[in-house]
């Protein structure tokens, strides 16, 4: 049984405990009294069983084929008015593979809410992530169905068989309409990251972004946007403060109803400052000032059976590593309708992270991950589901890599979806 099995369950379960109080309080509050509110609960649960070529990503010496089954329980809730909408996910992972002693249970929740009122708008979104180091260092070639563009790229894509992450993400936003065509917004990122019975190489830290800018709107169908920011990183295991501040210019554009696109310029500058602490392996403090530029584009296509959502561009994001890093990144993700009953689901997820300081080298790491998945309704809300999974990511420091090839099966319910 895994380190997270034995250590986890008390986080797990307050977590939960307060994730089932503010859902009561939302109900209580807000819930299906008012005849214009609409509440709605979709569950979904499944079982499942896969085989893995080397699950734990080893990088020399003999792998090891393995078999494992899970379980998985989660919702989604919704309460929408006429002048707002909130979605909250919460899910619990079981998974056991009896042959490499891993054992977990493991818990996350999404989270979206906006308000709209006549000259005003707020909204936060985010997540809370619990999981063990091997499902939380390498991100998902999907994309994130509530929050489908979460500002950072924590994972390390360091494996571990011990250990555990905690991962907090807040994005609030506000926004008022100055005139008809021009409208000035704050946003602001506050994310806090743990590690528990992991090694040095993972480290924990807090991290903090605030942004004004304008939006005008040069047509019905386009905006451009400029935005200022400052952020700060600290960690929590050495003594290292990264502060940056820069420049982002978006423009945003809608093709048709069902094709929009947004290509956004940044500029960053950062003032990084690493002393020696106990148990470090830094000889010396450090400080260094590091700027960079970045590009990345969005689009999202829906038609009639069928939609693609893609992601390319460099970023700049904290990192469970140590520091920043300049973070180049391809994500593409195509579902597609066969019929009423049969569905396809395929991405790909290509990820290169290079630390904006030396002393964190040792960080850097490009990593693929492709996933398809084809998916059967035995009836509107029973399903069975198969598909397969390889995962290439790659040390340049280190001159290593690993190499992995999954596929799995399971049965499942799905309530229906929101019904207007």
Known sequence: MSFLFRSSNARITEFWCSALGALIFLVGSGGPAAADEYFYVQPRAFVSTEVDSNRDMVTSGPTTTSEGYGAQAGATIGI???????????????????????????????????????????????????????????????????????????ETGRISVSGARSLLTVVPKYEYDLTQRLDLDVSGIYQNLNYSGASANYISYDYYDVSAGADWKLSPRSDLSLAVDGSSESAKDIDSVT?????????????????????????????????????????????????????????????????????????????GAGGTFASDQFQAEYKRNFTPRMSLDVAAHYIQDVALSDLYDAGNYDYLIATADLKWMLTRTWFVAGGVQYVK????????????????????????????
Do not use: C
């Open 80 to 154: 929408a008015t006429p002048e707002s909408d909130t979605t909250i996910r919460p899910q619990l992972d079981y998974y056991d593979f009896p042959n490499l002693s891993e054992t977990a249970l493991e818990g996350r929740a999404d989270f979206a809410s906006s308000l709209n009122a006549q000259r005003n708008q707020l909204g936060i979104s985010g997540e809370y992530d619990h999981r063990e180091l091997f499902g939380s260092e390498l991100a998902s070639a999907t994309f994130n169905s509530v929050n489908p563009y979460l500002p950072t790229t924590p």
């Open 243 to 319: 502060h940056g501040h820069g420049i982002t210019l978006t423009y945003n554009y809608q093709w048709s109803k069902v094709f929009t696109g947004s290509l956004s310029l940044v500029g960053e500058q950062y003032d990084i400052r690493i002393a020696p602490s106990n148990g470090a392996v830094i000889p010396a403090p450090s400080k260094t000032t590091s700027s960079g530029v970045g590009v990345q584009y969005t689009t999202t296509w829906i038609g009639e059976i069928s939609q693609l959502q893609l992601i390319i561009g460099r970023t700049f994001t904290p990192s």
């Open 393 to 420: 990511e790659r040390y340049p420091e280190s001159a290593t890599s690993a190499a992995s090839s999954m596929a799995h099966v399971l049965f499942g319910y799905e309530g229906l979806g929101r019904q207007y």
